[in-house]
């Protein structure tokens, strides 16, 4: 029986040894019947399947994949991902081995209508790989963020790598989406940059308008269920700070925690929850940080499960960023959810969350801090709520999907009258 099962599969056989076909049989049979089962359910259930390409999976990346695959139950998707790391590396490098892996899913049996990959690969390249072995699908790439708005350290002629490869991506694609009018913005004005760098080479002066006519600002959908599912702590004697993002230089945790250890030395009262992200090469930095905190620091780490990360949510009254990268923001709109009180910067993509109220110019931030450490509330569950479910998945799933039936049925016509916005196979590589 198995015979004729590998026969159909047109799997090699190692017949020269026939115990050693036995047990070689036994071992892959498993992987065998997964992708049977695939070639059947891909015929019968007749929903558009989509291949998700995304070799940094994690954080915000990782988010937006599940959340598109968890509300948009009309779909199929494929998820081809690498594990979140080395993101300049996988810019460079991942394109063939994700072209390796969806032919040969093609060859397995699967069958998809479009592809989406993420902004963190060289899809010029992947493109092109793909459509040398005949595969050739209509085709949108997300930017989660843009090089050509990225903080370096230290000025660095790699940066001009890596905003080639974000501009060429962007003009191989069917349809491109930025998360936020401010990625869309410091996209382009940094694309303009980069042509005129090379006008004396005569570059198509078109390009732009190519560009501007096939992209969309569809932001990435929320999911606060396990937020919603906690109730809210019992309010104390003390305001609490939250800080919930990448201990990072783009973050700029060293003017948050300056800015606390003034306040503090004014004998304001306060307790502070550290959340996040924090890499082992900013060890010394936070072991001096939270000794500067001292005894006001209730948590300080990143919080696993999600459900712990919601219920340190819900002890916040105060979320503070003070970054000077942010193509979206999230982590803001998470503690927002759970009813903490934002207070961020007037610049990047907060402008298009908050209202004036909620946000502050670098001269304000410590005095507007102050002001709310003095009388500090939480927010409402009326005001928490108008400010974040205009970015919720239930908000957004229409605008998803009729982007997406537009992108699959190749219809690109179509495809650019979608308006600008403010049950799955997994393919994922587990190290690498």
């Not at 994690?58 to 968890?70: D, K, P, Q, V, Y």
């Not at 609490?240 to 250890?261: G, M, S, T």
């Not at 010394?284 to 219920?311: I, N």
């Amino acid at each position: 029986m198995l015979y004729f099962v590998f026969l159909m599969l047109d799997i090699q056989l190692p017949t020269e040894n026939p115990g050693r076909m036995f047990f070689w049989c036994c071992s892959i049979m498993p992987e065998i019947m997964k992708d049977w089962k695939e070639k059947i359910h891909w015929q019968k259930n007749g929903r558009p399947h989509l291949a998700l390409v995304e070799p940094y999976f994690g954080g915000s990346h990782r988010a937006f994949l599940e959340g598109l695959a968890s509300h948009l139950c009309q779909w199929n998707f494929s998820w081809f991902t690498q594990p979140a790391r080395g993101w300049k590396q996988r810019m460079q490098l991942a394109a063939p081995r994700m072209a390796e892996r969806l032919l040969a899913a093609v060859d397995r049996g699967c069958h998809f209508d479009a592809l989406l990959v993420s902004s963190f690969i060289d899809f010029t390249l992947l493109r092109s790989l793909l459509a040398r072995h005949g595969l050739v699908l209509p085709t949108a790439i997300y930017f989660h963020e843009n090089q050509f708005a990225y903080p370096v350290q230290q000025d660095s002629q790699s940066v001009y790598q890596f905003q080639a490869l974000n501009f060429s991506s962007a003009l191989a694609a069917d349809s491109i989406v930025f998360n936020s009018e401010h990625n869309f913005l410091t996209f382009f004005t940094g694309v303009d940059r980069y042509l005129q760098r090379g006008a004396s080479t005569g570059y198509r002066t078109d390009l732009l308008d190519d560009l501007h006519k096939k992209s969309r600002i569809i932001p990435p959908g929320m999911d606060y269920a396990e937020i919603d599912s906690i109730e809210a702590a019992a309010p104390g004697s003390e305001p609490v700070v939250l800080w919930n993002h990448r201990w990072e230089h783009d973050k700029q945790p060293d003017i948050f925690v300056d800015a606390l250890e003034q306040l503090a030395g004014e004998g304001l009262a306060f307790r502070i929850i550290v959340l996040g992200d924090q890499h082992q090469r900013q060890t010394a930095a936070l072991a001096d940080a939270r000794k500067r905190l001292g005894e006001r620091v209730m948590h300080w780490g990143y919080a696993t499960p999600r459900a712990r990360y919601a219920e340190l949510l819900r002890r916040g009254d105060i979320v503070v960023s003070t970054a000077v990268h942010e193509f979206f923001g999230m982590a803001v709109l998470e503690a927002v959810r759970a009813g903490c009180r934002p207070l961020v910067p007037d610049r990047l993509s907060y402008p298009e969350l908050f209202p004036e109220q909620y946000r502050y110019q670098n001269s304000e931030f410590i005095p507007k801090l102050r002001r709310l450490l003095q009388r500090a509330s939480r927010l409402d569950q009326g005001s928490s709520r108008n400010l974040t479910d205009p970015w919720s998945w239930s908000t957004l799933t229409p605008v998803y999907s009729s982007w997406l039936t537009a992108l699959s049925s190749g219809n690109l016509l179509e495809l650019n009258r979608v308006p600008p916005q403010k049950n799955n196979t997994v393919f994922a590589e587990e190290s690498q």
